[in-house]
Nanobody
Framework: QVQLVESGGGSVQAGGSLNLSCAASRYTHNTMGWFRQAPGQEREGVAGIWTASGERFYADSVKGRFTISQDNAKNTLYLQMNGLKPEDTAMYYC??????????????????WGQGTQVTVSS
């Protein structure tokens, strides 16, 4: 079983930054990503990466503010979040899949999930 553990969440003011990390027990996935879920809302895709090539893709709502990256040697995925807005408040989840997924950030496409880390942005 693949284990994913997120960290780095917290409470910040609007305009602030946070760095999320996802430690994986295995790094044999072809696609990894970050998703978020706000209270009362459905889970939505934030950013994804094809691990072999390092190519990245983002939801329109976070383009220019968030950056997804990886460290293969450390089996770790990152999400650098800048210019945070109250609307970014959500539980953030790391996800992985052994397949090379289309860059659509569909929740149902990913097989493995972490337990999440809370991000709260105040105005």
């Amino acid at each position: 079983q693949v284990q994913l553990v997120e960290s780095g969440g917290g409470s910040v003011q609007a305009g602030g930054s946070l760095n999320l990390s996802c430690a994986a027990s295995r790094y044999t996935h072809n696609t990894m990503g970050w998703f978020r879920q706000a209270p009362g809302q459905e889970r939505e895709g934030v950013a994804g990466i094809w691990t072999a090539s390092g190519e990245r893709f983002y939801a329109d709502s976070v383009k220019g503010r968030f950056t997804i990256s990886q460290d293969n040697a450390k089996n770790t995925l990152y999400l650098q979040m800048n210019g945070l807005k109250p609307e970014d408040t959500a539980m953030y989840y790391c996800a992985a899949d052994p397949r090379l997924l289309v860059p659509a950030l569909r929740t149902t496409d990913f097989r493995y999930w972490g337990q999440g880390t809370q991000v709260t942005v105040s105005s």
